[in-house]
């Protein structure tokens, strides 16, 4: 596979960073959002947005990938190879995922997955094609918009390298002119080390390429700004794809950001420990805006409802017992049962709490993902080609061990 790599400002981009420690149809579908969580959360300025190729997001990988964002405290990934039909939303944890993926087969598809913090934020996200997803979210004082993608490789031929870019320009159509815009994703392209006007920054690598210059042309034509060659890092810490030998490392992952509010990214790097079994690397950026949280109506308690105590059931059927139908309204007598209903489900039953752990993979397999994340970390690629594939079938029979015990 042909892999090339707000509102308020507080610094420039282009001085160095300091270091960071782990902090398909064009026709576009608007999808309103609606928020599964509470919202009493703090309002913060400073947030984590990411990018990943995850090169294939099974069930089991889905779940490292979420442990990644805890261990990491990012609060907006967005995801591209997803490899996923159709499109959607769910809640999985205190995640809420979206995404945005082929009708007819499981290529291509991108996917945004948020934390419970930044899910308050997001107004709707708009489908554009199983290659461009949008998030829209609500700041103050303007609003903001991130888009996720991935770009077709350099062995595209040019129809389908210019129809994604058609489609990406009529997204940034679709976007309210003065809201501030991020792209985000795998662009499969090399724009190399050297500056060029506000575009690329200094800190680059390797020599560009023609889907680098095609990049930049984008990014001209639309004042964009590629934020991770602005900020001086080590090599290491730039490069965001691996090849298979691991003797080619390029950098063809990367952030965007409108010109005009270059400043609110005060730092950006990769994240070379992180691990999914992925050849990309996780791009992490810190962006410092303002936000609004938006107001949804509140949903009621999660009851847990495993193991219903017996004074539950016995309250409620002598207070059924004292209840006179006799020539009650329908709507009164319902009123009654669900106030009986829910007096005793508030004294006997107990909330049920969110477990953020994974409740089919087993502690084996888990294990095997974190020897593989330390294996990537110290270079040891033939233990991560090992343990990635006894990854994969550790979880294909977690999933089967879990799927036979809830059908017995």
Same mark, same amino acid.
């Given at each position: 596979?042909?892999?090339?790599?707000?509102?308020?400002?507080?610094?420039?981009?282009?001085?160095?960073?300091?270091?960071?420690?782990?902090?398909?149809?064009?026709?576009?579908?608007?999808?309103?959002?609606?928020?599964?969580?509470?919202?009493?959360?703090?309002?913060?300025?400073?947030?984590?947005?990411?990018?990943?190729?995850?090169?294939? /997001? +099974?069930?089991?990988?889905?779940?490292?990938?979420?442990?990644?964002?805890?261990?990491?405290?990012?609060?907006?990934?967005?995801? +591209?190879?997803?490899?996923?039909?159709?499109?959607?939303?769910?809640?999985?944890?205190?995640?809420?995922?979206?995404?945005?993926?082929?009708?007819?087969? &499981?290529?291509?598809?991108?996917?945004?997955?948020?934390?419970?913090?930044?899910?308050?934020?997001?107004?709707?996200?708009?489908?554009?094609?199983?290659?461009?997803?949008?998030?829209?979210?609500?700041?103050?004082?303007?609003?903001?918009?991130?888009?996720?993608? *991935?770009?077709?490789?350099?062995?595209? #031929?040019? *129809?389908?390298? #210019?129809?994604?870019?058609?489609?990406?320009?009529?997204?940034? %159509?679709?976007?309210?002119?003065?809201?501030? !815009? *991020?792209?985000?994703?795998?662009?499969?392209?090399?724009?190399?080390?050297?500056?060029?006007?506000?575009?690329?920054?200094?800190?680059?690598?390797?020599?560009?390429?023609?889907?680098?210059? %095609? /990049?930049?042309?984008?990014?001209?034509?639309?004042?964009?700004?590629?934020? #991770?060659?602005?900020?001086?890092?080590?090599?290491?810490?730039?490069?965001?794809?691996?090849?298979?030998?691991?003797?080619?490392?390029?950098?063809?992952? *990367?952030?965007?950001?409108?010109?005009?509010?270059?400043?609110?990214?005060?730092?950006?790097?990769?994240?070379?420990?992180?691990?999914?079994?992925?050849?990309?690397?996780?791009?992490?950026?810190? !962006?410092?805006?303002?936000?609004?949280?938006? &107001?949804?109506? &509140?949903?009621?308690?999660?009851?847990?409802?495993?193991?219903?105590?017996?004074?539950?059931?016995?309250?409620?059927?002598?207070?059924?017992?004292?209840?006179?139908?006799?020539? =009650?309204?329908?709507?009164?007598?319902?009123?009654?049962?669900?106030? !009986?209903?829910?007096?005793? =489900?508030?004294?006997?039953?107990?909330? &049920?709490?969110?477990?953020?752990?994974?409740?089919?993979?087993?502690?084996?397999?888990?294990?095997?993902?974190?020897?593989?994340?330390? =294996?990537?970390? +110290?270079?040891?690629?033939?233990?991560?080609?090992?343990?990635?594939?006894?990854?994969?079938?550790?979880?294909?029979?977690?999933? #089967?061990?879990?799927?036979?015990?809830?059908?017995?």
């Amino acid at each position: 596979m042909g892999k090339g790599l707000a509102p308020y400002p507080v610094s420039s981009c282009c001085l160095a960073n300091s270091s960071d420690k782990p902090f398909t149809d064009p026709s576009a579908q608007i999808v309103n959002n609606v928020n599964p969580f509470p919202t009493n959360v703090r309002i913060a300025d400073s947030h984590k947005i990411a990018t990943w190729n995850v090169r294939g /997001l +099974s069930s089991g990988k889905l779940d490292i990938v979420k442990s990644e964002m805890r261990r990491l405290n990012i609060d907006l990934l967005g995801i +591209s190879e997803v490899h996923w039909k159709n499109n959607g939303c769910f809640q999985s944890d205190d995640f809420v995922i979206y995404y945005s993926g082929n009708e007819h087969m &499981k290529r291509n598809a991108v996917a945004f997955i948020t934390s419970k913090k930044f899910s308050h934020f997001i107004e709707s996200h708009t489908i554009i094609s199983d290659r461009i997803i949008l998030i829209h979210v609500r700041g103050k004082p303007l609003h903001l918009t991130f888009i996720q993608v *991935y770009c077709p490789t350099t062995a595209a #031929n040019d *129809y389908q390298i #210019n129809t994604f870019y058609d489609e990406l320009q009529d997204s940034l %159509r679709k976007t309210p002119k003065n809201a501030i !815009i *991020y792209i985000l994703g795998d662009f499969n392209a090399k724009v190399g080390s050297l500056k060029h006007n506000d575009t690329v920054g200094n800190f680059g690598l390797g020599l560009r390429n023609d889907a680098g210059d %095609r /990049l930049i042309q984008f990014c001209e034509e639309n004042r964009f700004r590629i934020t #991770n060659t602005c900020f001086q890092q080590p090599k290491r810490r730039l490069y965001t794809w691996t090849s298979p030998d691991g003797k080619t490392r390029n950098q063809i992952d *990367y952030i965007l950001c409108s010109n005009r509010w270059k400043s609110s990214i005060t730092a950006i790097k990769t994240f070379p420990g992180a691990d999914c079994g992925s050849d990309h690397e996780l791009l992490v950026a810190k !962006i410092r805006v303002r936000l609004s949280r938006i &107001k949804h109506k &509140k949903h009621g308690r999660n009851l847990d409802l495993r193991n219903i105590p017996s004074a539950f059931s016995a309250q409620v059927e002598e207070n059924f017992k004292l209840l006179d139908t006799n020539g =009650a309204a329908p709507e009164v007598l319902w009123l009654s049962i669900k106030s !009986i209903i829910n007096t005793a =489900a508030e004294k006997h039953l107990s909330i &049920k709490k969110s477990d953020s752990k994974c409740d089919w993979l087993s502690e084996d397999t888990i294990k095997i993902a974190l020897c593989r994340r330390e =294996a990537k970390a +110290s270079g040891r690629k033939k233990d991560v080609v090992f343990l990635n594939a006894k990854f994969r079938h550790a979880v294909r029979k977690d999933k #089967n061990e879990y799927w036979q015990k809830c059908c017995t």
